[in-house]
């Protein structure tokens, strides 16, 4: 079942066009990611889902409700963590979570969730007080203490060091693993291949793809490259093999250029030869390569 | 409703400015009310001017800005809760905030420093709302027209200067240039101040002063909400 149906959404602020014919549809349970380059409009999209921004034009339906003429019983059912906000300095985490339970008619426990998401010996520190990781857990637990059935999380991980982004990942895991449907924004590859079940790429106010972060890999057919070095055994002609491009040879270290899955069609060749090869690698492709297939575009640049 | 109350005054008694607002009247009436005479009747209402504008120009516009700077009206809106709700608690506390530091005034001034305490009661709470109306209304349009919670601090604080030299409160009025003394007369808190000085001296308050105060307080109040901005 669609939890969430979004058709031909648009949205302009004066004679900037930010959202241009956006549609996806997100599905109960899942991760959906909604991955782009910064300005690329995906805040506006989800703040729109939310019911906090007025599209111009289009459809929207969240669990069945219009956002904008049913807004009071949506924000009942959905969990909303924005980008850009703060709390009171001088508020303690257990306060604010205690204050946000008090909004919805049947709140989460806000003690469990203290433990889940390791806040318990913050108790009672003051917002104002905690680390960048804290503050960004705080959050997290606060779009879920309404016990919502759609989390909308924004850029979850931005600020936070490698360690404290592997921690919240396992996090939002379990969040997927309690029947939550999350949304997750971002504008890191490494967080949304780890994370989402299914993801919609934009790019200028566009989807440019809608895809498992697997098949949007799979999807593209740039070149890549093999490597390894060779053992025993002599070498063999692999240039006619199916999708291999190129073969280049160095001494005894051979890289071989290709599409699609012709490295194991080079594997095989090699084995059915009995030659020895040690030190073999192969690119792995990455959403980065399916964003510079989609868009022409390189990922980074664009920041 | 009650939680949200509850939550935001604490955060107001963990305010250092909320602090301030009841210390410096209260620090500026023992100041001078060592050498008042028995039974004076022009201390007292000062001290409750500077007291309610301290409250209307500094905590209210600051808290408010800051609340929308942060974000935090926003991510209210994304609640069951409606934002305007926040606004509506903040109101009542910086209410209670006034009320709190005028009634700590009246109190010292009434008893340890032996000031005049006026008998129409009546004519002194409806004066005190008008001008903390007045006063709030002014405060609600630096919050409204403020880009954060620094530059309405800054505001408030520019503004506090003229408009307490105005109504009289850094230099008594008849010591200020006529055209001065009654062009203060006409602010908020120059009405403020005058009115409550003639409740203390037995009289009634002028009706033009109040209805200039019940004036600024609606004009500018519907200013600010014209002005308002949730992000
Ligand atoms: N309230 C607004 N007024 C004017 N422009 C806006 C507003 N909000 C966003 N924008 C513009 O819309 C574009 C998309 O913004 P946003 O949705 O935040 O992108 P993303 O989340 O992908 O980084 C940006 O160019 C931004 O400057
Ligand atoms: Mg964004």
Redesign the interface.
Known sequence: MAVIEVTDLRKRYADLTVLDGVSFSVEEGEIFGILGPNGTGKTTTVECVEGLRRPDGGSIKVLGLDPVKDGRKLREQIGVQLQHTQLPENIKVWEALDLYASFYAKPRNWRELLEEWGLADKRNARFGKLSGGQKQRLFIALALVGNPRVAFLDELTAGLDPQARRTTWELIKRVRASGVTVVLVSHFMDEVEELCDRVAVFDRGTIVAIDTPAGLVDGIDAEHQMRFTLMAGDMVELGGLPGVTGVTRTGSRVVVTGRGDFATAVTAELARHHVLVSDLRIDKRTLDDAFVALTGRSFDATH | MT??TV?EL??LT??PGAIFSLLIPLFILVVFGSSIEPGDTVLLPMALAIAVGLVGLYMLPTTMA??RE???L??L?????RPGNLLVVQLILQLVLALTACGLLLAVGGTVLGAHLPTRVLSGVLTFLLGTAAMFAVGLLIAALAPNGRAANGIGVLLYFPMAYLAGLMQPTDQMPDILARIGEYTPLGAFRQSMQDVWAGGAPSPLLLGVMAAYAVVISIAAARFFRWE
């Open positions: 939680k949200l939550v604490k955060l963990r305010e800051t609340y942060r974000g935090i926003r991510r809106s994304t609640t069951p809760v």
